[in-house]
């Protein structure tokens, strides 16, 4: 059976979110004849949660028999199958909200004139539990009333005309009523994985098992687990579906898997999936325990999943959670530098407490916990106590959990360096270029950034020059230029200002010498910024000077204290470019 491609699958749900729109329509108006058909009768009287089995009849097909369990939905006819729930959710939403309006026809024609017997018509049945079953037919579109079908219900004797969208629900493609979901869990509910096949490249099971906050490897041999790759591997796996059906399930057990992955749950329960042979030109067969039949997914998939022991051990230096360190110390030769966090983000932990760049950071934390390194030999006989150190972190929790790093100074097996952590039992070895990330001083923590908001507040940007007032206005995506007189802005160029101002850095800050020489204090600005949100809100002020002398841009801000050289293109330019209100589209 060929796959059926994803994106060619009807968005169900939306057909039936359109279909109730046209049934409200249809109330409100009776249709296009007048006031007489103005009454409308549902074609089911049966409430939608008694409904218990469902069946469609076409000519085209063998009939399409249903039954709802306590998991939800089963196909039961032509062939078993789980039932999809986003399909069976809309056909019971139109079954439950189809309403006819009432019509004669001659019945001295035969049926099939009127598409309700023969090759066009559609004929649902539903029953519930206690045995009541009540039906319909659909037929074909009714002449000169574009939009309706002839439809009748047997037990009333009645005929009607119906919307004709009602038909699309009851007559999709066969693999649309079922489910295409192969595991039905979520990843908080897992607490080991077992892995075992040939694609694992190990003879034994790779077994990783939760213990919060971390995964941990417990075969073939304990170590500890990679978060992330443990994540991209569930995650790979949960999201599995079914892009064929090829309802053997025999084919597909023929030989061993190449790879079996079982989860057991928190409950105590397990579910697998089994991956075999490719068969087609793109397909390869699944199972699972809880599905009696194989699937068909698109193959090589598994390939980009990380399935062996190498993969799914951490590499790291240090292991722990980014979120709960508090402190951090960097020892080297040249001194120590110090960062805190606080309420308000990271500081340099010296006697100013000036503001560190959040991204400078993470990038810290990020080289430390996403670094892979090698465990050196044992025939090595390196020892911490024994070996020059010329770098140590140190991380400290918010409960006074430290973790530490530190590296030596000679290298080793070539070009190497040798590490020691509080997260690794042996010496490990890292390259020059691990270092090189600690090579800086506490100017890189230093946030720089001389105003502190989010582009996304952003509701207007006032331009106050010495003789002209520019004031922009956010309006949706767009921007209004409403002083000196209203007029459409150009858009691209007031987000591009938005997005300087918010990411504007200075280069170095004024000693108190060097402002009291320029004498800027005393010297009305050039031009001043004020930025606001939606709401009017101050979001933060700069005043900016241009020395065309020296060619210098100074600026300081209501966010800190003193003066700032700053290195900004669009600040330069604006003295001349909002005279020639280059914001106006």
Known sequence: MAGIPMEKIKPVLVLSAIFALLLILLLVTGGADGEEERRVDPLVTMEADSISTLSIETADRPALKFSRTEDGWVMEEPLYSLASAETMQSVIETVDKLVGVPMEIDTSLPLEEFGLEGSDVISVTVASRDGQTESFSLGRQIPLDVGYVYTYVPSSGNYYKAYRDAREVFTLPLEEYRDRTVLDLSISSIEKIRLSGALTGNTSPVIVEKQPPWWELSSPKAAPGNNGEVRKLLEGILSLRASDFPDSREAALQAEPQLRVEFTISDGSTEAVSFFDSYGEDLQYITTDRIPYALGIPRGIVNNLPISYDQLRSRAALRFDPDAIQEIIISTESGDIGLKKEQSGWYLSN??????????????????????????????????????????????????????????????????????SSFRDR???????????????????????????????????????????????????????TEPERSAADSPKSWGLVFALEKLVYTRKLSADESATRGLSSVKPDYRIKVRDSEGKNQGSLDVWIDEGRGMVYASSDARDGLFVIDSEILERIPEDYTELIYRR
């Open 427 to 481: 010496p490990f070895a890292v390259s020059a270029d691990f270092l090189e990330g600690f090579q800086i001083d506490a100017d890189y923590f230093e946030d720089r950034h001389l105003l502190s908001f989010e582009s996304r507040i952003v509701g207007s940007v006032e331009i106050l020059g010495k003789n002209e007032t520019i004031i922009l206005e956010k309006s949706g995506s767009d921007w209004l230029l």
């Open 351 to 420: 006697e100013q407490d000036i503001p560190a760049d959040d991204a400078a950071v993470r990038q810290l934390i990020n080289l430390l916990t996403l670094t892979d390194v090698e465990e050196l030999p044992a025939d090595l006989d390196l020892q911490k106590n024994n070996t020059a150190i010329q770098l140590q972190v140190t991380l400290t929790e918010d409960d006074g959990t430290q973790h530490w790093v530190e590296l030596g100074k000679e290298a080793v097996k070539g070009e190497v360096l040798p590490g020691f």
